[in-house]
């Protein structure tokens, strides 16, 4: 199984950016289709964006299209999520997450394997 480890979380003004890292090991990433989500305090966890194997397809939560874009390194083994023009309801624990699937999806359980998450916080 691929264990998923998720950096590059803080703190930062709303209107910055940041950029999450997600480090696996174990298998070969390019073994699993990869997402993000997160989750707020009091929320439900939700569907951010996911990546193909091969990092040719992507698909966004409508309301982060065009603020986050997901992308992928296969040789080293790490997705990331770029995120710009921070506002403070994005505040949340970002998780990454590896599925088996063939495709991509937007619902948590078709991810079988997820990281411990990472914290943003977004101060206005």
């Known amino acids: 199984q691929v264990q998923l480890v998720e950096s590059g979380g803080g703190l930062v003004q709303a209107g910055g950016s940041l950029r999450l890292s997600c480090a696996a090991s174990?298998?070969?990433?390019?073994?699993?289709?990869m997402g993000w989500f997160r989750q707020a305090p009091g929320k439900e966890r939700e569907f951010v964006a996911a990546?193909?194997?091969?990092?040719?397809?992507?698909i966004y939560a409508d309301s982060l299209k065009g603020r986050f874009t997901i992308s992928r390194n296969n040789a080293k083994n790490t997705v990331y999520l770029q995120m710009n023009n921070l506002k403070p309801e994005d505040t949340a624990v970002y998780y990454c997450?590896?599925?088996?699937?063939?495709?991509?999806?937007?619902?948590?359980?078709?991810?079988?394997?997820w990281g411990q998450g990472t914290q943003v916080t977004v101060s206005s």
């Open positions: 174990g298998r070969t990433l390019g073994d699993y289709v």
């Open positions: 990546i193909s194997r091969s990092g040719t397809f992507t």
């Open positions: 997450a590896a599925g088996t699937r063939l495709v991509v999806g937007r619902s948590s359980l078709e991810y079988t394997y």
